[in-house]
């Protein structure tokens, strides 16, 4: 056996394990290992082990995770989903489907502060599924919105699967950061176009709510300039160039605690529970990436990333078409597998590859270019079955929903991220030219 099929063999298995449900750090770690060690040597590993751990997560870009974490933590705990829903529900909740929309807009309000997919969803999940339900909207619409909302998380800066991209392909967090704003707010009109044609199609899935008051709007309105203010500070920032994402990061996760300071909700327990989570979070990624270091390791062994490389040249496809394959690659595997473990087990193979090719423009926008598409199927990937980990968390909020409905529900939005996908690859201008403004 060559070391290009050993290689390919336990790729395969670690796809295998992970499919079975292994954490994602154990099954990389363990296939990567072994792996390596049987190519290279038990004393080898043993050297990698002595190296490669800590070369990757003391590196001072990685200290913008936890940072931004924990901007997501106390952002939850200050209660500011519960005001970003009843500000979009003030503006949108008289209307039919007007509770769907108002939870997308929370959704993406609170993703731009939490950085998240599953918060997100979760978060908001717990203000908004009851709200909808007792107004009478069908369970497939209120959990599919919910699902699909909670994938803005990962759109919008600060996003965490962006920020793991960054640091595999060496790339600047910031830039990453800006040129997913407009294809983050391209992916919410999206949803919002599914919510009113779902409503015209079945009106009695999202019945109109009764109108608030003029008073009570403007005051709902009023209570979220924090949050456009942070948020504007944070991405404005890094956009002038004021301070880097890890500056960033600690001024914003400093604003969000200060915000629940003074709305009275950060109490010493409340704080406890942030550093908490937030440690226990960072832990699981950054144990993720020590397995994600030992297995591209091994892969780089094996040769697989060049020979794929030199078999896709040597085939004649044009680029794009060598795109479009990985792409639908990504959507099967988003089928089955983490979007994280997605990232770090594909990229290493796949980025090499794509760098290499003739697309007209720099190394730096393919990655930049590729980097959003990929999130962009991730997010594909989180309300996809038979997997949909947001279908999941969110079903899991209302026994009563079969998942079958709330899979339906989703179905919807899969159909708007195809589209966004669909822009991305046709005119990549709409990511970088933001970007390529820094």
């Known amino acids: 056996m060559t ?7 336990l790729f395969g298995a670690c796809l295998l394990l992970i499919a079975l449900r292994m954490p994602v750090a154990v099954a990389m770690f363990l296939v990567g290992g072994f792996g390596f060690a049987s190519l290279a040597g038990w004393p080898a590993f043993l050297n990698l082990l002595n190296t490669a751990p800590f070369g990757r997560v003391s590196s001072y870009t990685l200290s913008v995770l936890p940072l931004f974490l924990l901007m997501g933590q106390l952002a939850t705990r200050a209660g500011l989903s519960r005001l970003l829903f009843d500000a979009a529900r003030a503006c949108a909740g008289h209307r039919r489907g007007g509770l769907a929309v108002a939870t997308i807009g929370g959704c993406a309000g609170f993703g731009a502060v939490c ?9 908001m999940g717990s203000v908004a599924l009851p709200e909808m339900r007792r107004y009478g909207y069908s369970g497939a619409l209120a959990t599919g919105t919910l699902a699909a909302g909670g994938t803005l998380g990962i759109l919008f800066p600060p996003s965490i699967i962006l920020v793991i991209y960054a640091v595999i ?18 992916a919410t009109l999206g949803y919002l176009a599914a919510i009113g044609i779902y409503v015209r199609v079945n009106p009695a899935a999202g019945p109109a709510a009764p109108p ?35 500056e960033a990061a600690a001024i914003g996760a400093a604003a969000i605690g200060l915000v629940a300071l003074v709305s009275g909700r950060l109490r010493r327990d409340t704080l406890s529970s942030s550093l908490l989570e937030t440690a226990r979070a960072t832990g699981m ?22 020979a794929l490389a030199e078999a896709l040249a040597a085939s004649g496809l044009a680029p794009v078409a060598i795109l479009v394959g990985i792409l639908l690659v990504y959507l ?41 598409m990929a999130l962009i199927v991730v997010e594909i990937g989180l309300i996809t079955p038979p997997i949909g980990l947001n279908v999941y968390a969110i079903n899991a ?42």
């Open 3 to 9: 070391d290009i099929e050993f290689g390919a063999l």
């Open 115 to 123: 950085g998240s997919s599953l918060a997100t969803a979760a978060t």
């Open 169 to 186: 392909t060496e790339q600047s967090i910031g830039k990453l950061f800006l040129a997913a704003l407009v294809p983050g707010v391209i």
């Open 212 to 246: 608030m008051p003029l008073g009570e709007r403007l005051r709902s309105l009023g209570k979220v300039w924090p949050v456009l203010a942070i948020f504007l500070a944070v991405i404005g920032g890094i956009y002038l160039g004021v301070f880097t994402p890890t």
């Open 285 to 306: 990624i950054f144990l993720i990436l020590i397995g994600a270091e030992v297995f591209n390791a091994f892969l780089a062994l094996t040769q697989i990333p060049s």
């Open 332 to 372: 099967l595997l988003g089928c089955v597998m983490d979007s994280l473990a997605m990232i770090l087990l594909t990229v290493p193979v796949f980025f090499p590859l794509l760098t290499g090719l003739d697309f007209g423009y720099t190394e730096e926008e393919i990655a930049i270019w590729f980097g959003v």
């Open 397 to 438: 909020m209302d026994r009563n929903v079969r998942l079958s409905e709330s899979f339906k529900g989703t179905v919807p939005f899969v159909l708007s991220g195809f589209v966004l996908l669909a822009i991305i690859l046709s005119v990549p201008g709409v990511c970088l030219w933001l970007a390529g403004l820094v």
